[in-house]
């Protein structure tokens, strides 16, 4: 049995999440990288990697790392905060997806820019809404 | 209650090096957003941040939210800069605070 979920995150919800996160800024692609995997079975647990291009210096690197998605309930996925200290901009995690759809990843350097990318990924069982029935 | 954590911290690195550190912990994760057997919303039982600190100064942090996967898995990198204790931290809903240790020799 499916539940329809009107509190679903759309592409306007998505854009409202980066928006809260970039402000005004220009929001550029390139610089990050994401690695998830094109077609997962179960949106359970789906790995996700997300580097940036960065030296990771005082004057040079990646302030924090925001992950959104488009059809989850919430737009939100995660948010990880850097400093030089890390030595290299990456991690790594699991995440949940309850649809087919895209995932954004959104990088704040030390400078004030903005830099992006997404991906598609396409999920065959789904995850969050599904129902204990 | 304490829950299960797996971490895997490099024991010995050279000074300035960059090493990786796995960690996982044991949590359900519940989203907030699934309907149980008697037709109500299972309530929202996540952890909400993870932090790491190295010997007292802050390597690492995350915000996690309803989509993070059940037994939450992070890697994430740091940069050996000195012998002693590397800490994390995680805390969530329904009060779930948790904080476990690694050791680590740099040489």
Redesign the interface.
Same mark, same amino acid.
């Given at each position: 049995v499916l539940k329809i979920d009107s509190a679903r995150a759309t592409p306007e919800t998505l854009q409202a999440a980066i928006k809260n996160i970039v402000g005004e800024a220009p929001l550029r692609r390139g610089k990050v990288a994401i690695d998830v995997p094109p077609l997962v079975e179960n949106g359970n647990t789906v790995p996700l990697t997300v580097s940036v291009e960065s030296p990771m210096t005082a004057a040079d690197h990646v302030k924090a790392i925001h992950v959104f998605n488009e059809k989850n309930p919430q737009p939100n996925v995660i948010g990880v905060k850097l400093s030089p200290r890390a030595g290299k901009a990456q991690f790594s995690t699991r995440i949940k997806l309850a649809a087919a759809q895209k995932v954004v990843a959104v990088a704040q350097l030390s400078d004030g820019s903005f830099w992006s990318a997404d991906a598609d990924v396409i999920v065959t069982i789904a995850a969050c809404v599904e129902d204990l029935q | 209650m304490t829950a299960r954590a797996l971490i895997n911290v490099p024991a010995k690195a050279r000074r300035g090096e960059?090493i990786e550190i796995k960690t996982l912990i044991a949590h359900p994760?519940e *989203?907030g %957003? $699934? &309907?149980?057997?008697n037709g109500a919303l299972?309530p929202r039982d996540i952890i909400t941040s993870f932090v790491a600190t190295?010997n007292g @100064? @802050? #390597? %690492? $942090? !995350?915000? %996690? *939210?309803? !989509? #993070? !996967?059940?037994n939450? %898995? &992070? +890697?994430?990198? +740091?940069?050996a +800069?000195a012998t002693g204790t590397i800490a994390f931290t995680w805390t969530g809903d329904n009060g779930f605070a948790q904080t476990e240790e690694a050791p680590i020799t740099v040489e």
């Open positions: - | 960059v994760m *989203s %957003f $699934r &309907v149980g057997l299972i190295h @100064e @802050e #390597i %690492f $942090r !995350a915000d %996690f *939210s309803p !989509a #993070i !996967a059940a939450p %898995f &992070v +890697t994430f990198h +740091t940069v +800069t």
